[in-house]
Each structure stands twice: as C-alpha cells, then as structure tokens.
C-alpha cells in the first residue's frame, strides 16, 4: 500500500470493465484488483487477441482457479458503440484506460486518435449511460493541459467529455470523473525502457531532446493506487492530480546510468520542454488534498457537494499552477531507482 492508496473503497461483489485492460495500466490495475478484492466479474476490454491470450495464459499463472474464473475477456474497439454497449451489460464500475498514446504517431494519423481518443470517450459515456453503469473514471494525461499536439488535445476533448457527461445521466446518476497525471516509469513505450534497451546495447550515450527538459514521474502501482482512490473519493466532474515529484531529462540519464553520456538531439515535432497539469486558469476551479490536487467541473447541473470549503482542502494560491519545472517536489537519483526497482 502507498501513499495514494484507497482508505475503504469495497470492490467486493462488483463487475468492473476496464477498457484498454492488457496495456501497461490495465494490466496492473486488474492483478491489483483481483489480489486485493473479490470483485463478481472482472472484464478486459480490447482489440488485439494476441495481447489477450497472452495475458490469459500469464494470469493463469498467478491467480488460483477461481479467482481466474472471474475474468473475462472481450474483445472489441471502443470506436465501436453496440459492441461496447453489449459489453457493459450489468457493469457497476467501468475504467477507461484504451487509448493511442504516440504524440509522433497521433501527429502522423491525426484521424485515428481522434477515432479512438475522442469518438470512444463519447462511446463510452454512451454505453455507459444506456447500462446505468454506476461509476466510470477515465484516464488523462499532463498532455491534455493547454495541449500543443494532437495526442493532448484529443484527451483534452476526452477530459471535457467525461466530466460533461455527469449532466447527462438525470435519474439514472451514472458519475464520471478522470485521473491525469505524468510519465509513467517504465510504461510501454516510454523512454525508460528505450535507455535500458540503449544501455543493455553497450551505450555510452543516452538521447535527450533539450538539456532543459524536464518531467513529472510517477510508478505504475502509483498510478493504479491513484485511480482507485480517486474511484473511492469521486462525487462526479472531478479531474484528480497527483502530486508527484519532477526531474529533468540529464539527470534521469545520470540516474539511470551515473557513466553514460547525454546526446542532445533536438526538441520533437509536438513536444514541451515542460509538461503542466494544471495550468493557472484551471487553478480557479482547483482545491488542493492532502496528496492531490483536484479540478471541480464548473457547469454543474446534478446533485454534487464540492470538495472546496471542507476540511482537509485548502485553495490553491492565486496565479498558481503545476508544472514540471516550477515543481517544489524534485527526484533525487536515489528516489528514481527506487521508482525503477518497482516491478515493471
Ligand atoms: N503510459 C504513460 O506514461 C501514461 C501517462 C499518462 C497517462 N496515460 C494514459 O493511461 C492510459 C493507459 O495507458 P497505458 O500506458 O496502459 O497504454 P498502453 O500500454 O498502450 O495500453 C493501451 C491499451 O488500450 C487498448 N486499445 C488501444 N486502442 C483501442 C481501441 N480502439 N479499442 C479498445 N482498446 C484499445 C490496447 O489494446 P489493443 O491494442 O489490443 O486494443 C491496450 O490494451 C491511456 O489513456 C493513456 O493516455 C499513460
């Protein structure tokens, strides 16, 4: 258990579809799921067969037969309303974790990511509503805040979609919110497993865009911990921050490999040199936690009590926001390697 981890959220007796559930997230979110609670159904949601049957046969492993026994699989595209909507039949919780996530890729393939990003967040408020699921929370990402490429801006439209979605549910009180936060270390895809695969290669270097680079980090068993205590404390509209530590691009290098040398390659097409979460104008609607930051929505047409005002939370100071490089929370090279060490 962590520092983000849920106080008495009971998944007990619970169907919870996870969309996405064999990427890096869903994964992880599901084994944490299935180790700590007694959920009636477990369902992974996503197109390719491969990575299902992969991780059927790795499951099968670690879990006894009926635990196993609760999980299904489903395959199917959140692009596609009627096999999603087929799928949240009897649903309590759904998490939205598919996504295209390749900010060169989304700036190459714009349609695409609009297609799975955008036109599936609205399909999943869609089916979700039509199956009166209870609680729907979706991932984001630092990307999404005052979004510079395609990939942030799709999830921004996500974002706005999700926490729009609460006026549309009336009687039935479906509650959506969504959880953003930074870099996850050693996700699919990212840049930690290129350099350990760039130093497993014998590299003496290791590429990094601009000297000044910095980002937010945070652990994969942080982040599944950070949405089920989001899940536990979510009244509808919210977007939950983590307040996680920062670090720039050199000194991960150093961490990572105290000898390797740093090449400077040049700021990619789409890229910042600082990401941001939640930038000074979103610091209006936003109240700080104990250990997150939370944006409340702002046209608010159905039952909700703010978190603003009651104990425990305080007002952000005017002008704030957070950033990956006016962070007060700075990685040391020892905390990153504790951060490597997590199972990844
Ligand atoms: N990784 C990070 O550093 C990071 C940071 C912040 C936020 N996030 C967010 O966290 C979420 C999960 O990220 P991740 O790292 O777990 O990504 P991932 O490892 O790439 O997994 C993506 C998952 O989505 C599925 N998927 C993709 N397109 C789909 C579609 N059209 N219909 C149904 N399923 C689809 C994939 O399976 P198939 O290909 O088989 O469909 C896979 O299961 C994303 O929303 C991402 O934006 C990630």
Redesign the pocket.
Known sequence: MGRFSPKTLDLDGKVILV????????RRFIETVLRRSDPRKVIV????EL?QSDMQLELREQFDEATYGKLRFFL????DRERLTLALRGVDIVIH?????QVPAAEYNPSECIH?NVL?AENVVWASLNNHVKQVVA???DKACNPINLYGAT?LASDKTFVAANNLSGDIGTRFAVVR????VG????VVPLYKRLLAQGATELPVTDARMTRFWITLNQGVEFVLSSLEIMRGGEIFVPKIPSMTMPDLVKAMSPAAGVKIVGIRPGEKLHEMMISADDARATVELEDRYVIEPTFVEYPRTPFRGEAGTKDVAEGFSYSSDSNDDWLSEDGLNAMLAEKA
Do not use: M, P, Q, W
């Open positions: 969309t996405g559930g064999t990427g890096s997230f869903g949601y996503s197109r390719d990575k199917g595209d959140v692009r974790a598919a996504a295209l996530k799975t599936g991932l984001s990402t999830k936060y930074g870099n996850v996700s699919r895809g990212s």
